[in-house]
């Protein structure tokens, strides 16, 4: 069970720092953008990384685990628009583009992660 806890305390670190850093790269400078783009996280992070193990308890098959993913990740990128257009005054990409882009950075970055960790175990 701990081990549970300190993954998704990992996973959710790392989306918050990399998501960060790629709005600060995509020019996000107004403050309540930049804690806008960390509340989401905050909630959107969490439930795909729980329902992931709880999934991954029950089925064994790897394609059916990275379909599940790969919908969910699509969930939130919309989720996460949803809330940006609501939220943000940022305007310099599409807000679509935007959660995209920062999702995909921080799902590569988990798995170029997990690559580095499996390559030298």
């Given at each position: 069970m701990i081990n549970y806890i300190i993954q998704i305390l990992f996973n959710l670190s790392l989306t918050l720092i990399?998501?960060?850093i790629v709005a600060l790269l995509l020019k996000v400078?107004?403050?309540n953008?930049?804690?806008n783009v960390l509340i989401v996280n905050y909630i959107t992070n969490p439930i795909i990384n729980i329902l992931m193990i709880i999934i991954m308890c029950f089925i064994k098959s790897n394609i059916i685990i990275n379909s599940l993913l790969f919908i969910f990740e699509l969930l939130v990128v919309y989720y996460e628009y949803v809330?940006?257009?609501k939220r943000l005054i940022y305007n310099k990409i599409n807000l679509l583009l935007f959660s995209?882009?920062?999702n995909v950075c921080s799902f590569l970055s988990g798995y170029v992660i997990l690559f580095i960790v499996n390559?030298?175990?």
């Amino acid at each position: 069970m701990i081990n549970y806890i300190i993954q998704i305390l990992f996973n959710l670190s790392l989306t918050l720092i990399i998501e960060t850093i790629v709005a600060l790269l995509l020019k996000v400078r107004n403050k309540n953008d930049l804690l806008n783009v960390l509340i989401v996280n905050y909630i959107t992070n969490p439930i795909i990384n729980i329902l992931m193990i709880i999934i991954m308890c029950f089925i064994k098959s790897n394609i059916i685990i990275n379909s599940l993913l790969f919908i969910f990740e699509l969930l939130v990128v919309y989720y996460e628009y949803v809330f940006y257009k609501k939220r943000l005054i940022y305007n310099k990409i599409n807000l679509l583009l935007f959660s995209f882009i920062l999702n995909v950075c921080s799902f590569l970055s988990g798995y170029v992660i997990l690559f580095i960790v499996n390559y030298f175990d």
